[in-house]
């Protein structure tokens, strides 16, 4: 995002991104000029590039009040405080308050978007031992499934076609006793307009049965399943803290496919964990083949302070950045492979980008071959595929 044409720069999360949505609906459009820097404090790198971010904000806009808020600054609101480039830091809790950002009155109209990201969670109640999260975002707690349905048909209303639930633990979403699935189910039945839902990364491990039908048999559930696997290693996933096992993240994502076989599998993976050995590397490499994972968030370890992954033995930063490398290689050629699998198919794509480009309900880049309206969703056939992309024409 440019800092130079937003008022809001974001880092990290879908949620950052479902937050920041909302502040720029806050800010005054008149008096005084201010800018925000949504913080992520994930990792030592994700603080680092968010420090990055108010530095270079404020070079391009000199005169903005500059405010910064989110997980990095709330967890160090000392050091961010001491900055020089900033003006103020905003508390998590206090973000998404009205009275934060001043009087809603002459708000310039909102930016025309065609996905909407709807943060429904936030916190989270586990103790991931790579993870800073729960110091930025507190315990889990979930919005009101009424609330949630009224924001979704308000942005259906203004011409959002899809919308993505987000949470910092998606799955774990509890409206006294209402689960992520009866959520789901209401948000269909009570905005009918609603033409395509994601959902953000799932916990394995969180994924029951009402869950899992709803994945593979609601057609308003678009066919891409985001997972939160973080290693392909049984050592590792019990030193990360997690709830799932290698075999049972395989048998979920085979499990996924065979009942919807349109379904696409991402991940987010973590390269070079403390104690990571070479054939721990190997067992993450050989789950992108074995989970037909076509959509790999790659990342680097990097030692967040005060979590317990940070005392264990570290891997070399540079052995982690080329295991990194490789998982990248080779979750790319999984991709370009699935990509040239659609050539001949007709998909549904909702235009995003000015003129051609959008997603397929499995979250494929598609290029049109002819220009279309930004928010229409436009059968094409697919023509042919590059190694990220697709290429179609409108039927």
Known sequence: MSASSQPVVTLGCRLNIAESEAIRQLLPAHGRDVAVVNSCGVTNQAVKDT???????RRERPNV???????????????????????????????????????RANMAPPRRHT?????????CDHACTFCAIPQGRGRSRSDPIGAVVQHVAELVE????????????????????????????????????LQRLRLSSLDPAEVDDHL?????????????????????????????????????AITLAQRLKAMRPE?????DLIAGFPTESDSAHVNTLAMID???????????????????????????PETARARAAALRAISTKRRADWLATQVGTVQAV????????????????????????????VNARVTAATPTHLIGTPE
């Not at 001491?82 to 009087?103: C, F, H, I, Q, S």
């Not at 996905?115 to 916190?123: A, K, L, M, S, Y």
């Not at 379904?263 to 991940?267: L, R």
Request: with cysteine; aromatic share 4%.
């Open 290 to 316: 074995d989970a037909d994972i076509t959509h790999a968030h790659v990342f680097p370890y990097s030692p967040r302070d005060r979590t317990p992954a940070a005392r264990m033995p570290q891997v070399a």
């Open 212 to 248: 899992f039908a709803l994945l593979t048999q609601e057609p308003r559930l678009m066919p891409h399943v985001h997972l939160s696997l973080q290693a392909g290693d049984d050592l590792i996933l019990k030193r990360m803290h997690r709830r799932h096992s290698r075999a049972q």
């Open 115 to 123: 996905r909407g990201f709807v943060g429904v969670q936030n916190g």
């Open 350 to 377: 909702l235009i995003e980008r000015p003129g051609d480009r959008g997603h397929t309900p499995a979250f494929a880049d598609l290029h049109l071959a002819a220009p279309a309206a930004i928010g229409s969703i």
């Open 158 to 193: 203004r011409g959002q076609r899809e919308v993505v639930l987000s949470g910092v633990d998606l799955t774990s979403y509890d409206d006294r006793g209402a689960r992520l699935p009866a959520l789901i189910e209401r948000l269909l039945a009570g905005v009918p307009g």
């Open 65 to 103: 009040e500059l405010i910064v808020t989110g997980c990095a600054s709330d967890m160090d609101r000392a050091a961010f405080e001491a900055m020089p480039e900033v003006d103020r830091v905003v508390a998590n809790a206090a973000k998404l308050l009205p009275a934060t950002w001043g009087p």
């Open 51 to 57: 420090r990055a971010a108010i530095r270079r904000l």
């Open 263 to 267: 379904i696409t599998i991402g991940a």
